[in-house]
């Protein structure tokens, strides 16, 4: 079992990746605590764009378990917009869920991790290569991807590695509007060249990986899992 006795904090963990990802992590013999906005969707019901709500779930874990082995900062919302037509309040929203939530919840976990600990943010294809109408959702993913390095590079002496992951289109309740339209779902596929959207369960078994001892001098990286998404065009011209 690839992680074995470690306590693993995943956000966003009620639905799609990050539920994928809390059981995988449970079957590799984890104790596993999901956050989630949602209530009842996982062990912690909090807001992680919210400090004082992450602060409180954070200690909630660490009186429980003692520590933070593993943080899997996954939670994420998505909007489909270009510059002209994303509302200020909609773009405030989508870096404060998803790139706030990736500093709050490090900056008050890092200090419940020790030598060997794990941090794994949740990026996507989209922070590396552009796309159209995703002017605010692909600029935090980018910048998941900086801040990343940056942590990387911050924790290293103190044996904290921490990576993230660039998935593909996974088919989630995150996408599942898009993926109702046929024709949208055949355009999606095809930019995969592997030739099918990714499922979470792809997704979360690299998370895995990367937590784990596996994947011991490996940090400051972004690991597309992405069925070719990012490799280049794939049209043949
Ligand atoms: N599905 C994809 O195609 C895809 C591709 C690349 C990256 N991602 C990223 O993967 C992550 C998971 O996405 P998913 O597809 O599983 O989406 P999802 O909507 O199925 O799950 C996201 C979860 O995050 C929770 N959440 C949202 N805002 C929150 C908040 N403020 N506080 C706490 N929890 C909150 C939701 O309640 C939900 O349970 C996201 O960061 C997303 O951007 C997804």
């Not at 998505?78 to 870096?95: H, I, N, S, T």
């Not at 552009?130 to 290293?156: E, F, H, P, Q, W």
């Not at 690991?223 to 049209?235: C, K, N, Q, R, T």
Request: proline letters at 3%; one cysteine or more.
């Amino acid at each position: 079992m690839k992680l074995a006795g470690k306590v693993v904090l995943i956000t966003g963990a009620g639905s799609g990746i990050g539920l994928a990802t809390a059981r995988r992590c449970e079957a590799e013999g984890a104790a596993v605590v999901g956050v989630d906005i949602a209530a009842g969707a996982a062990s912690v019901q909090a807001d992680v764009s919210d400090s004082v709500e992450v602060r409180s779930a954070i200690r909630e874990v660490v009186e429980k378990h003692g520590r933070i082995d593993v943080l899997v900062n996954n939670a994420g919302v998505a909007v489909r917009k270009p510059v002209a037509d994303q509302d200020e309040e909609g773009w405030d929203r989508v870096m404060r869920v998803n790139l706030g939530s990736v500093f709050l919840c490090s900056k008050y976990a890092i200090p419940h991790m020790g030598r060997g600990a794990s941090i794994v943010n949740m990026a996507s294809g989209v922070g590396i290569t552009g796309i159209r109408n995703r002017a605010a959702y692909a600029s935090s993913k980018g910048a998941i991807v900086t801040l990343t390095r940056n942590m990387a590079l911050d924790y290293a002496a103190r044996g904290i590695r921490v990576n993230c992951v660039c998935p593909g289109f996974t088919d989630t309740p995150l996408t599942s509007g898009l993926l109702a339209d046929k024709e949208a779902a055949a355009r999606l596929t095809a930019l995969h060249p592997l030739g099918r959207l990714g499922r979470p369960e792809d997704i979360a078994a690299a998370v895995v990986f990367l937590a784990s001892e596996e994947a011991s001098w490996i940090t400051g990286i972004a690991l597309a899992v992405d069925g070719g998404f990012s490799a280049g065009h794939y049209a043949d011209v």
